[in-house]
Each structure stands twice: as C-alpha cells, then as structure tokens.
C-alpha cells in the first residue's frame, strides 16, 4: 500500500515550522488557495504578476508554504526523514509559449504514472506529482534519474533528487489529479553509486554519543582553552547583527557549530553556548542542539584543524 503522507512547511526559512498531511489533503489546499488558514490565491495572484525573478523568489520565501513531497520530516533536512513516501515532484519549466506549455500538461496528463499536476508559482511552469513504488529512501536518487531519463523533454528539471527537497505550494483551481494512476515501477541497478549515501553514512548519521566519543579521541592539544575560543569568536560573530535575524538563525547556529568544530571545541560546550546565545531570541533548545549536531557531524574530518589559529591570536590583527 502506498505512503501518501507528506510534509508541510510554514516557510522555506523555518525548516522546524513542520506539520503532517496525507497527499491528498494537501492537494486540496493548493485547488482551493487556502493553507495554514492562509489564503493564497492573492499573493499567488501577485506573485505571478511579476516579471523580475529574482522578486518572485523573494516573495515566494516570504508568504509561500512548502511540501516535501518525498515523506514525513521532523526537520527540512535529509537527516530528519521520519518515513519515506510513494510520491515525488519533478518540475517542467522553461517553455517557449504557452502552447508548448499546454502541450506539455496534456501529455503529463496522459502518463499513468503521475498522480497530479499543477501550475507552479511563478505562473511559468509545471509541477507533476510522480507516483512510485520504490520503498527504499537509499534509492531515491536513482529513481529520481530514472524519472527524469523517462520524462525526456527539454523542459525537465535537471536537479538530482534531493529527499528533502522543498516545493512552494500556491493557488491553483485548475490542479488535475489522476484517480486512476498506476505507480511507476523502480527497479534498483545494483551498480549504481550513490554518493550522497556514501557521505551521509561516514559522518551525518553518527547519532550524538557516538559522535562525542569521535570527537573525544580527536581532541587537540592547544595553548587556548575552549572558553578562550568560543570568547573569540563570539566577539567577532557579535559584529555580524544579520546573525540573529529571524530566517537566518539556524543557518548561522550551523555555520558556527561548523566553526567551532573546526577549532576543536568541546561539542557539548558549543551547545551550551549557543543555546544561551539563540535560545533569547524564541528558538527552542531542541532546535539549537539539532543545528549544533548537524554541523559537527558535517565537519567531524575536520576536528581541530584551525586550533592552532587562535593559539596565535592577540600577536598579530585577527
């Protein structure tokens, strides 16, 4: 049987803002404009009136939610996938004129195995909504290609497969969906290298005890204390107010706990750190120490290797 539940997020920029739907449910918000209790048919209205791109994509991040079609999320990361679904998204954009456009639909329309399709956001584009029957999420970029091979139109999205790849949702009364599609059969090529699985199973899916322990026999001999450091580059990410600014704050909890790991601090003292420094600003603990986590699994090869920075600082100009 197929998993038809999916992800909502508020924003792109607030990847903890989650929320759990069947397929289906949220199909029905896009072809009445209503999501979150948020009418969407005016700011897709407005969006699809501009003709700069850059602005579209700026008010898509302000005012569209977003579907993570591929599962359920605990967080808009790869490494938060809670369940794997039956579905994925692949856009067709770049159409010479609207014909080509309307050509385009009708065949997706006609392909058993898409399930739905709509217009995406900027008013350019389409979005199918591809039924599979692929279980296994270590597989996901290989079916995405396979989809990609099997759509084969210049107007394909050309992106590989990412798990956690966000899609804005917005008003469309013209959604089609396909009551009687049949899924699209995968079939795994055991030769295929999948080089994303490789990365993530040598350091992101290292749970926090074992990460610490890593760490712990990687611990760097240093004339700086931990504190001495973490006083250093605090004064200098203070200079930086953009750091604290709301739909900046994970990212910058990251990048910091990616800096901290490159200097060799004590992964439980950056927590704490950076729990006292975001958590003021509304961010929840939990949300902090994920950020936190995230990037000293994402830079654990690199574990102290700027340490010998800061044993120098206050000879020269930092």
């Given at each position: ?277 975001y958590k003021p600003t509304g961010m929840n603990e939990d949300e902090i120490e994920y950020q936190v986590v995230r990037g000293y699994q994402n830079n654990v090869d690199g574990y102290g290797c700027t340490r010998n920075v800061f044993d120098n600082y206050g000879k020269s100009k930092w």
């Amino acid at each position: 049987m197929n998993n038809r539940k999916i992800t909502l997020v508020g924003r792109i920029n607030q990847p903890g803002n989650v929320c759990d739907f069947e397929i289906d449910e949220v199909l029905s918000m896009i072809k009445k404009g209503v999501c979150y209790n948020q009418d969407l048919r005016g700011v897709t209205a407005f969006i699809q009136s501009q003709s700069d791109h850059d602005v579209q994509n700026q008010l898509k991040l302000q005012y569209l939610p977003v579907a993570l079609f591929n599962g359920t999320f605990s967080y808009k990361n790869s490494a938060g996938l809670k369940e794997y679904s039956n579905f994925t998204a692949i856009d067709f954009d770049r159409f010479n004129n609207e014909q080509e456009f309307n050509e385009i639909g009708s065949r997706l329309c006609n392909t058993l195995c898409v399930y739905a399709v709509f217009r995406t956001p900027s008013g350019r584009g389409l979005k199918a909504i591809v039924m599979h029957d692929n279980d296994n999420p270590e597989y996901h970029e290989e079916l995405y290609l396979q989809l990609l091979s099997k759509f084969n139109t210049p107007a394909t999205d050309t992106s590989v497969g990412d798990i956690a790849r966000g899609n804005y949702i917005c008003y469309d009364p013209n959604l089609w969906v396909n009551d009687n599609c049949v899924s699209y059969h995968f079939v795994h090529n055991p030769r295929y290298i999948n080089n994303k699985v490789i990365a993530s199973r040598t350091c992101a899916t290292l749970d926090k005890a074992t990460l610490r322990n890593a760490l712990s026999l990687l611990k760097p001999l240093s004339k700086k204390s931990d504190e001495s450091i973490i006083n250093i580059l605090n004064a200098k990410w203070r200079k930086d107010s953009s750091r604290w600014k709301e739909g900046n704050r994970a990212n910058s909890i990251f990048n910091s706990a990616s800096e901290l790991c490159r200097a060799g601090v004590d992964m439980d003292k950056s927590i704490d750190y950076l729990i006292a420094s975001y958590k003021p600003t509304g961010m929840n603990e939990d949300e902090i120490e994920y950020q936190v986590v995230r990037g000293y699994q994402n830079n654990v090869d690199g574990y102290g290797c700027t340490r010998n920075v800061f044993d120098n600082y206050g000879k020269s100009k930092w």
